[in-house]
Every structure is written in C-alpha cells, then in structure tokens.
C-alpha cells in the first residue's frame, strides 16, 4: 500500500494537505505525474469537492507539491482547476513544473563580446557631428578593423567605431591587439567608453578611457579594466590638433574581446554557463532557490571551456533561453528538482538503473533497432569568428578523447629483425645495425649521401579506404647530427597526394616515438621518412614502426565515412569549434537505445546498491541511463544495452511509469543552430 500526499501553498504563505487541511476526507483521484529532461512537468488529480464554494487552495499558480510513501518527486504550480457540475461535482487540479518559471520573465543580458561585426561608424550614428568625425573607418573584412587617416591636412578631428550597450552593464573590461602606421606622433589611439555616441562631445565625467596613446608604437596588446560601464565603446583615432600629415596614418584592430562584468582574466574569458545560469535566474526566476550546491563549475568537472562570445546587442529572452544558450556547448543536464533547485552537471556516462527481459512487470518497445540513420564518425563545422571571417573545423571520432585504436595489418619488416628487405631507398643508404635499436635485435639506419639527404619508403598494406590509420615510428639521430629536417610522410598508392606529414624530432641518445594519422585513399599507401641535412654520414635509426586503425564506432569499423555539416553563425573561436564538433560526435558516433519501456511497480533495481526503485522515483530520474540486460549493443556486441530517460508519466491508480528512451542526438545542433539564428537576427 502506498501513501500519496498533495500540499499546496495558499496565498497567506500557509502549506496545506489536500484532503486533511481543507476540504477533510475528500482525497485525490486519478493521480497521474510526468517529468521530463528539465524536471517535473505535469501532475493532475480529481478531487470531488463542491464546484460552486470558494477553493482558496485551487486558485491559479497556487505552488503544488507530491509526495509518494514520504519521498517529495514532483512540484511545480497549479495552472488551471476545471471543474463539473454533472451527477457528481469534480475539479480536476492541473499543474505544471518549476521549469516552466523560467519561461515568465524575458530579459536582456550581455556578458562576453569577441565580435568586431557589430561595431559602426560613429558617423552612422545620429547624434555625431560630421564636420568633427572626418575620418575613413574600415568595418571587419579579412579580420581587420581599420580607423585611417590618407595623407592631407585635418582641423582638430576624430575618426572612429563605436558598439551601442543593450542588456546589461557596458564593457568594463576589454582586449584589443592592434597594430599602427606608427607615423603620427601628435595623434592618439583611444579606446573608451562614453555615455554618448559622439565622443567629441562628452566630458570627463561621461568618459571611461581603456586606452589614450601616441600612434608611435608599431603594435600592441592592451588588457584594461574600468570601474564605470559606459552605453557606448569606441575605438578612434583622435587628431587633437589637427595638422598636415606627410603620410597615412591608421590603427588597425586584429582581435577583440569586451566583457560586461568582470568575465576575464588576462584578457581572456573566464565565463562558465554556471555563472550565466544563477545570474538569470536571481534576476528573473525568482521563486526557484537560490541554492547553488547543483550548479557545478564546469572546470572542476573536466571542461575547462570558458564561453567566448555571449552578444553585446542582446534581444529579450527568457532565463531558459539564455541558460540553453550558455550551455548549448556542453551538452550537460540541466533541470529543477522538486525542492526548486537547479541542477547543472555533466551527463551521466553509465547506467544508475537495471531492468531484465525476465523481470516481470515491465515491457520495452524498441524503436531504434539496427537503425543507422544518425550515425557519423565526421563533422566540419562551419561557424564565424569575431571578425566576420568563416571557419571549418574537421574533426574525426579519431581526433576526440576515448578514441579507439587496434592493430591494423603491419608494414614488412617492422623493426629489422633480419635485413631490410620492404624497404625502398630513395637517397643515402640503409643498413641493419644490432649495436644500436629500440626492439631487439636491430634497428634500420639511414646514412645521409653527400648531399646530405636520406629517405627510404615501404608500403602500408591491406588498408581500407576512407578508414583513419595511424602510423607509429620509434627514431633517434646521431649525436653530431647537421641534420635540420626530418619528415615522416604518408603518401596515396600511386605517390601522387600527400596524405599527411609529420615533422620527426631530433631526438639524441634515445628513441623518441612519433606518430603520423591519415585516412587511406588506396588499398595501400606510402610511408616516406626522409632526412635533410647538410653533411654526409648523419645518421637516423628508425625501429618498432607499427600500424593502428581506428575502432572507435560501428562506421569506423566497416570502413565506412559518414560526414555531418553542422553550421551555426555563434561566434566561435577555432578551439570553441573544436569542442563543438567533439560534443557532437561524442553523441553521434555510438549506437542510441530509443524506445519506449513500460515498468510496473518495484521492478526495477539500482546498479550499484541493488535496491528495488519505487514506481514513483522515476519522476526523479530523467536524464539519468537505464541497462537492459538483456540487449546487445550494436558497436560492440557486448550484453546490456543502456538509454537515457527522456520521459517518465506516472500512474498512482497502476503503481507504473512509462518511460520514454530517447538521447536527443538532434537536440545538440537544433539548439546550436537556432541560437546562431537568433544571434544573427538581433546584430
């Protein structure tokens, strides 16, 4: 027997059970609960009561708690309370999760600005006075932002750009790294913040300069800080004189970055989605606590990923807006638990639940078997910099963290155990040397000619085409050595197209490993190792080369590329692209249980405890992994299959939850995608 408890909170503040505080005896039916992957999210009952008395308890978003045998699962906020005078009076209770709080109150934030795109000319601004704005400012082409001055005479005169402030503080901290004509000794660089657009016009107690120089400095970088955020930042070229100038004179802008608070540190953005997530929600949902013992700090957890751009020119959003926007690259959970707290932390990696096709009281329909469609083992992503330029990043299931490598076939004649034979020489010459090896008993040593160079080539055999190798070669060099280039090639069959080359170090008095990764174009490839130097008789010992393919997917594995393009204009660093893409094959390269899993009563049990689950926890459970004991998984074909729950609805009548299995590998592009949309509509 199980007990339910409903309490709500009337307006006086007071918590009151249903069917024990008010209306006494009258106890909810019909109970049913559903929580999804942001938390509780909805809940409805029947109480008969009598529909024409006043319900100080049912007045909409009259806060609800549920509680089963003890255990809080599920809170939120009543809705709507509809109610029926037929043969017997009911009102139906309809209720929604905390998350839904987050959707109330739209606003406008900016924290991290690292695009130039946004700024204009100061002459385009309304309030500027254009006999005193003369200047030629360049907007961000090819990465540049130029302010420039042609040779002529000026009157006393300012050029410049400027970005307008919405949502929030202005810049108080910035880096810029420039560059100058340095051929103007009487005019200034200055980088300021004003509270308005014509700086020529303000006074001191308008200004925050960043920086005020002499354009007679080649280049620089300055990281400045300033206690005043201002509406306007400017970057100008002041002439305070005015005068004749001999030459052109200009500033040109290679990188910036503006921070709204004190988000850097070293001129670099120390902004983690933690941050964004508890500032919108104390501004704007303020009836969630305000705990932050679930919002972990992304560092301590392995993701040292600060945020690089987060829009200065800010529309209205929501809180869950911004918090999808700030954690869109990370792919973590996030939700509200049932005490109103928000849960910010990294995905959960192995199951926490079990369940047996022998179990009784639970049943699966699987709707994902052999299914290949979202598989990929290649994305290029396709983002912009700050400065306006387009950025690819290719990245392979090779190149991420938890790759997977196996022995591939091997070259002939991998260590010289007993001659040289595979090997071709090209230049110098090749001997086997016992005195002298990484694996015993021998070694392969490349003597220089006369001219000083040495190569030597063998063939990399049984390769499957479109298949990630990875080439292993052991490799010291002489003690006297001249030589200054030491290259490790892999070429196609024919030698026509290099797949890919590494530079060798000059390793002296021990064999140093170096490793070349490709994708086979041919059934066989080319290595070339190849020593240039400026004597004869330098020598270069090579040992213990070995090959490895990559296993790291099912597609790795038959040999087979599938690539995804995924574009977003969010204003992405490389390194910022380089996560993205690992996210996404993080997510795309394995095989996904979906489905849906009916589960009755207790049966279901906890991995590491045991212990039988309760119907009801499950509420509390989505975005944690469930193992089917009894399902082999497609990449390795090992036993036990795990999900992510995506869904859970839970019926108090039955004891029983249906459960929605589904990793929502559509969901990581989506969101990146529309949130490079709506940047792109709101600069």
């Known amino acids: 027997m199980h007990s339910h408890e409903i309490r709500v909170q009337v307006v006086d503040g007071t918590w009151e059970t249903i069917g024990v505080d008010r209306g006494r005896g009258v106890v909810a039916e019909g109970i049913s609960a559903s929580s999804n992957d942001w938390g509780s999210d909805t809940f409805s009952c029947t109480l008969k009561r009598d529909v024409h008395a006043a319900w100080p308890d049912m007045t909409a978003f009259t806060p609800l708690e549920y509680s089963v045998n003890g255990m809080k699962v599920w809170s939120g ?175 040109r802008v290679t990188n910036f970055q503006g921070y709204h608070g004190w988000w850097s540190s070293a001129g670099n953005s120390i902004l ?172 392969g040593r490349m003597t220089t000619s006369a001219g000083g160079t040495a190569e030597i080539e063998c063939v990399l055999p049984n390769q499957i085409p479109g298949r990630t190798y990875t080439v292993t070669i052991r490799n010291e060099v002489s003690a006297s050595t001249a030589i200054y280039r030491l290259l490790a090639t892999v070429l196609n069959a024919a030698e026509t197209r290099n797949l890919s080359t590494i530079t060798l170090g000059n390793d002296i008095g021990a064999f140093a490993t170096n490793s070349i990764t490709y994708v086979a174009e041919n059934t066989t490839q080319v290595l070339l190792v190849n020593a240039v130097g400026t004597i004869s008789s330098d020598i270069l010992w090579i040992d213990s080369v070995s090959v490895t393919t990559n296993r790291s997917s099912l597609l790795d594995k038959r040999g087979r590329v599938r690539t995804h393009v995924l574009s977003t204009s969010l204003a992405l660093t490389e390194a910022a692209a380089q996560v993205v893409a690992d996210t996404f094959l993080r997510i795309h390269s394995k095989s996904q249980l979906k489905g849906s899993l009916n589960v009755e009563n207790n049966m279901a049990r906890e991995v590491l405890t045991g212990r039988q689950v309760p119907a009801a926890e499950w509420l509390l459970l989505t975005g944690e992994r469930v193992r089917l004991t009894d399902k082999r998984d497609p990449d390795t074909g090992d036993l036990g299959r795990e999900g992510v729950i995506k869904h859970v609805h839970y019926s108090a009548e039955r004891n029983s939850v249906s459960v929605t299995l589904d990793n929502e590998r559509t969901n990581f592009e989506a969101l990146l995608s529309r949130l490079g949309a709506r940047l792109a509509t709101v600069r």
């Open 272 to 443: 983690y989605p933690d941050e964004v997530i508890k500032d919108v929600r104390d501004r704007n949902a303020p009836l969630l606590s305000k705990s932050n013992t679930k919002i972990l700090y992304p560092p301590t957890h392995g993701s040292n990923f600060p945020i690089p751009d987060f829009g200065s020119r800010a529309a209205y959003l929501t809180p869950r807006e911004y918090i999808q926007k700030a954690t869109a690259m990370y792919d973590w959970t996030v939700k509200v638990d049932p005490e109103k707290r928000i849960e910010f932390r990294p995905r959960p990696t192995t199951a926490s639940l079990e369940l047996g096709a022998s179990w009784s009281g639970s049943f699966f329909e699987d709707a994902s078997a052999n299914s290949g469609d979202d598989l990929y083992n290649k994305v290029i992503i396709e983002a912009v910099k700050s400065d306006g330029s387009v950025i690819d990043i290719v990245r392979t299931t090779a190149d991420g963290v938890g790759s997977v490598f196996s022995a591939a076939s091997q070259v002939t004649n991998p260590s010289f155990d007993t001659n040289v034979t595979g090997w071709t020489v090209n230049a110098g010459t090749l001997t086997r040397d016992t005195a002298k090896f990484d694996s015993t008993p021998a070694s």
């Open 77 to 251: 906020f009543l809705v709507e309370a509809p109610v029926s005078d037929g043969a017997e009076h009911e009102i139906t209770l309809q209720a929604k999760g905390w998350h839904y709080h987050l959707d109330d109150d739209p606003l406008r934030r900016s924290y991290v600005t690292n695009t130039m795109t946004e700024f204009m000319d100061v002459r385009s601004h309304p309030t500027a006075a254009l006999g005193v704005w003369v200047g030629q400012p360049t907007l961000p082409s090819e990465g540049l932002l130029t302010i420039f001055y042609p040779r002529g005479t000026y009157p006393s005169c300012y050029a410049g750009v400027l970005v307008e402030q919405v949502g929030g503080p202005g810049i108080q901290a910035c880096r810029l790294d420039w560059e100058t004509s340095a051929n103007a000794a009487g005019m200034l660089f200055v980088v300021a913040g004003c509270d308005i657009a014509d700086y020529s016009a303000s006074v001191a107690a308008q200004q925050s300069n960043f920086l005020a120089q002499a354009v007679s400095v080649t280049s620089g970088i300055t990281v400045s800080t300033t206690l005043t955020a201002r509406r306007f930042f400017l970057i100008m070229l002041v002439y305070p004189g005015g005068g004749t100038l001999n030459a052109d004179v200009w500033i």
